[in-house]
């Protein structure tokens, strides 16, 4: 075994090996795909119909594979503005810790390994939508939208809107209103998540040279269109009850959830510091996670709040 | 100078033991997967067969 030598695309050279089994698990975003996967299997259990449990195991797995591979992909093509922001300077490849290309192949073949299972053992439906969550993330968002707009994650946060959307096809095998509905409310809900991140490492964004909407636009701006797309997620949350996916429990708590988090971005909007945007970055996530996990609660699908009031 | 060479011997097999010990732990990595592959491909066409 020889060591590799590579040249960055920011003109260094540097002299690394192939990395280790923790990098190529840094590789896949964990923390990024543990949202991914919950998102997913929340479409897949309040979706109606049935799916073996190994196969809707499956779907999950090929969902969190799909993201990862994803994960890779944009942090190979990234690696010149992860070099530079503090947030990513640790990633396995400005670190050296192995050759660009080697991330790109990882990405690839989890890539098409994920969407060929999912094809293969759920339906090709699910896995044309994973192939098009895949190639928006990578060829829309990250190699288009990432580095010449200000609307960067308005319309790359599609690509994140759509594991619900896959583990629902997954059981069902095609695409309703309802499964649009969870699309839309990720979709609505990735701004004031970025945004409230981007507030406080807007530094790190301006010296890498991507165009984030603080960046561009200034905090003022970025705060206002929180609060406009915190306002738009309220009624939407509570769309999933309006057409009877689930239960006024999760109506309840989808109104809660929300004010809370209309709250938090009034508190951004008054705070002259970054201090509420931090906190509404950490809320945001566990809005999320919180909202997903009420729905597969109170869906009517599976009932169980019915069933333990029954 | 026999000592330089001894000192850079060392060196050399410390650097190669580590680099193996990181080839060996990728390859049961790999290993592991690939056999993971094998039983999901398994147990998916069972399931499949059996009209799950």
């Given at each position: ?41 929340a479409g897949l259990l309040v979706a109606p119909g049935d799916i073996h449990p190994i196969l809707g195991a499956v779907a999950v797995f090929c969902i969190a594979v799909g993201a990862g591979a994803s994960g890779a992909i944009n942090m190979w093509y990234d690696r010149d503005i992860d070099a530079v922001m503090t947030r ?107 945004w409230a991140l981007a507030l406080y490492r807007c530094g790190d964004y301006a010296k890498a040279g991507v165009p984030m909407l603080p960046v561009v636009s200034g905090p003022r701006e970025t705060k206002k269109q929180i609060l406009i797309y915190t306002v738009l997620l309220l009624p939407l949350a509570l769309a999933p ?70 | ?52």
């Open positions: 075994m020889t060591d590799l030598s590579y040249t960055s695309a920011t003109g260094e050279t540097g002299i690394t090996s192939s990395g280790e089994v923790r990098d190529y698990i840094a590789l896949l975003k964990p923390r990024v795909m543990s949202l991914v996967v919950f998102s997913g299997l990513t300077r640790g990633r396995p490849i400005p670190m050296g810790k192995m050759p660009p290309a080697e991330a790109l192949s990882f990405g690839v073949v989890l890539a098409v390994f994920a969407v060929a299972l999912m094809g293969l053992a759920v339906n090709w439906a699910a896995a044309a939508l994973l192939a098009a969550a895949t190639l928006f993330y990578v060829f829309v968002y990250t190699m288009w939208l990432k580095r010449r707009t200000s609307q960067n994650i308005v319309i790359g946060g599609a690509a994140g809107a759509f594991p619900p959307m896959i583990g629902w096809t997954a059981v069902t095998g095609d695409v309703t209103i309802e499964p649009i509905l969870l699309f839309a409310l990720i979709f609505f809900w990735t701004p004031p998540h970025f009850w309006w057409v009877g996916m689930a239960g006024l429990a999760y109506a309840a708590a989808a109104l809660v959830l929300g004010l809370l988090f209309l709250a938090g971005a009034v508190a951004v909007w008054l705070d002259e510091t970054d201090k509420a945007a931090r906190r509404l970055f950490g809320y945001s996530i566990f809005y999320l996670f919180a909202l997903f996990a009420m729905l597969i609660a109170d869906s009517n699908s599976l009932g169980l709040f019915g069933a333990l009031a029954g | 100078m026999a000592v330089m060479a001894e000192d850079n011997k060392n060196e050399d097999k410390a650097g190669r033991s580590d680099m193996h010990k990181r080839q060996r732990s990728k390859n049961i990595a790999l290993a592991l997967a690939i056999g993971g592959f094998c039983v999901l491909v398994y147990v998916v066409s069972l399931v499949r067969m059996s009209g799950g």
